[in-house]
C-alpha cells in the first residue's frame, strides 16, 4: 500500500509555493511597465532596462559586486573544502570542538555581529577599507556554507574507492586528487555557487566592512529602496533574478546529466 | 578513527588540510570578537578611533597596564539602565519567537506535503523551494515593498473585492516586518522539516492504520514525535538569525519600536558609538549563545549518525 499526497498535502504545497512567488512574479511583471506608478499598468515597455543601461553608478557597484562575489566565492570553497574534508576525514584532533564551532557558528550568526566585529578588527589593524576588506569578510562568511555542501557529500560516497586506491599504494595526496576530488566536484561547484550567490546579496556585512570606492551592488539598491519603488530597481532585480535562476536551472541539468551518465558507466562496468 | 584513512594525522598534507581553515576562521572569525569584547570595555571618545583606551605597546610595559587600567564596565552598565535597549531585546525576542511559530506552523504542512510526493516529484519541489532562497534577500524584501505600500497592489486588490474601503498604512507596521520575516525564512524552516520527514519509514503509519489508528491520531503519535529533530532545526535556523534581524524591520517596520540590530546599527553608523554598538553586541550574543550551541549539537549529532 503506499497512499500519494492528499488533497490537503496537495493544497499545501500549492500555496507555498504561490506564497513564495506571487511576489516575485508582481516584481518581474512591473519592471515591464511603461508607466512609473506602481498600480498602474501602463503596457509592456522596456524603458527602465534602457534607463539602466545609463546608470553609470549602478553598472559600477554591480561589477564590484561580481568581482567581490567571484574572489570571495574562489576563495571560500577552497578554504571550506578543506574544513569539510577536515571534519569528515580526520577523526578526532585536538581543537576540534573548536574547529567545528567556528564552522557552524556563522551559519546562524546575526550578520550584525560578524560585520561589527570584522570591522572592529580591521580598524584595529589600521588597514584602508575597501574592496579587499569585504572579499574577506565575504569569505568567511560564506566558507561554512560550503563546508556543510561538501561535509555532505563527503559522507554520502563510498569509502573503498579511496582505500582501495591507498591499499594500491597510492599517497594520500594524489588520492584526494586522483579519486576524492572528481567524486565531490558536483558539491564543489554548488558550493561555489551558492557563495557567489550569498556575497552578491550581502548587505550588512559589506556595509560595515566597506570603504570608499567599494559601493557594492546591494548597498545602492538598499540606499534607493528607502527612497521608495522605482522601476528601474525593478528592472535591476528582474536581471538578478533571471541570472540566478539561469545559473541554478544550467546547474541541476549538468548534475542530472552527470548523475545519468555515471549510472550508465556502473551499468557498463557491471554487464 | 579507523587505521589507514587517507588523510593520516601525522602527513604533512593532513596539516595543512586542517591549518589553512583553522587559521583563517581563528584570524577572521575568532580575533574579531575578541576585539568587539575590548571595545565594549572601553569609552567613547572623539578621537580616531572613537574609543579609550588604546593599547600603545611602544611605551612598553607601562602602556598595557594603562590600558588595563582604562577597561571599564561603564557601557553596560549604561544599556542596563536605559529601557531602550532592554524594550529592543524584548521586541527582537518577540518577533523572533512569534514569527518562528507562523514559520513552523506553515512550513510542517508545507514539508509532510512534499515528504508525501512520489520521489519522482520530490527533487523538483524540493529546488522550487530553494530557489528563491538563491535570488537576493534585498529582492525579497523589495519585492513586498512593491506590495505593501500605500498604493501598492495589496490595497488596489483589496478596494476593488470591496473589502476595503480606504487603503491601509501596510507599511512601517508590525505586520508588515512578520510578513517580510515570514516570507524571507521559510525556505530555513521547510527544508530541514523535509529532510527528517523523507527519511521516516512510510510503514509506520501503515502499521499504526493496521492496529486501527486514525490518520489524524497517526501523525501525533507517530510523524509528529519522529520529526522533532528537524522542528529543533527549523526552529534553530530561524529564531537565531531573526532575533539580529536587521534589514526587514528596516525596510518594513516602523521606527517607533526598534528591534535589537537596527539599535546597533543606528548607535554604530548615527550615532559613532563603538563601545555601546559593541556591547549591544556581545549582550547579544550572550542571549543567543545557548540557541546556538543546540543548534551546533544538533548538527554534530547528525554528522555522528551518518558516519
Known sequence: ?271 | MIAGTPYGQKSWSARLVLLAPYVWLLAFFLAPFAIVLKISLSQTALAQPPYLPVLDLSVGWHGAVTFLRGLSLETYGLIASDPIYLLSYLKSLEVAALSTAILLLIGYPIAYGIARFSRRWQPLLVMLVILPFWTSFLIRIYAWINILQHDGLLNDVLMKLGILNAPVAWLASDTAIYIGVVYSYLPFMVLPLYATLEKMDRSLLEAAADLGCTRMRAFWLVIAPLSLPGVAAGVLLCFIPIVGEFVIPDLLGGSDSLMIGQTLWMEFFSNKDWPTASALAVALLCLLIVPMMFYERLQNRELEKVQ
Request: charged fraction near 15%.
Open chain 1, 1 to 271: 500500500m503506499r497512499r500519494g499526497p492528499s488533497f490537503f498535502n496537495v493544497a499545501a504545497v500549492a500555496l507555498g509555493l504561490a506564497f513564495l512567488y506571487l511576489p516575485i512574479a508582481i516584481l518581474v511583471i512591473y519592471s515591464f511597465n511603461a508607466s512609473r506608478l506602481v498600480t498602474v499598468w501602463g503596457g509592456w515597455s522596456l524603458q527602465w532596462y534602457r534607463e539602466l543601461f545609463h546608470d553609470a553608478g549602478m553598472i559600477e557597484s554591480a561589477w564590484v559586486s561580481i568581482r567581490i562575489a567571484a574572489l570571495s566565492a574562489t576563495a571560500s570553497t577552497v578554504l571550506g573544502t578543506l574544513a569539510a574534508v577536515a571534519l569528515v576525514r580526520m577523526g578526532r584532533f585536538r581543537g576540534r570542538l573548536l574547529f567545528s564551532g567556528m564552522i557552524y557558528a556563522p551559519l546562524v550568526m546575526p550578520e550584525v555581529i560578524t560585520g561589527l566585529s570584522l570591522l572592529l578588527m580591521f580598524v584595529a589593524l589600521n588597514v584602508d577599507r575597501g574592496f579587499w576588506t569585504v572579499a574577506i569578510a565575504h569569505t568567511t562568511l560564506t566558507l561554512c556554507f560550503v563546508t556543510v555542501i561538501v561535509q555532505s557529500r563527503l559522507i554520502g560516497f563510498d569509502r573503498s574507492l579511496e582505500e582501495a586506491a591507498m591499499d594500491l599504494g597510492c599517497p594520500p595526496l594524489r588520492t584526494f586528487l586522483t579519486i576524492t576530488l572528481p567524486l565531490i566536484v558536483p558539491a564543489i561547484a554548488v558550493g561555489w555557487m551558492l557563495a557567489f550567490s550569498l556575497s552578491l546579496d550581502d548587505l550588512v556585512i559589506a556595509s560595515f566592512t566597506t570603504g570608499p570606492g567599494a559601493t557594492t551592488l546591494p548597498i545602492r539598491i538598499y540606499s534607493e529602496i528607502r527612497l521608495g519603488v522605482r522601476p528601474e530597481i525593478n528592472a535591476v532585480c528582474t536581471i538578478m533574478i533571471a541570472l540566478v535562476a539561469t545559473g541554478t536551472i544550467a546547474a541541476s541539468l549538468l548534475a542530472k546529466r552527470s548523475a545519468v551518465r555515471r549510472e550508465r558507466a556502473v551499468l557498463a562496468a557491471q554487464v
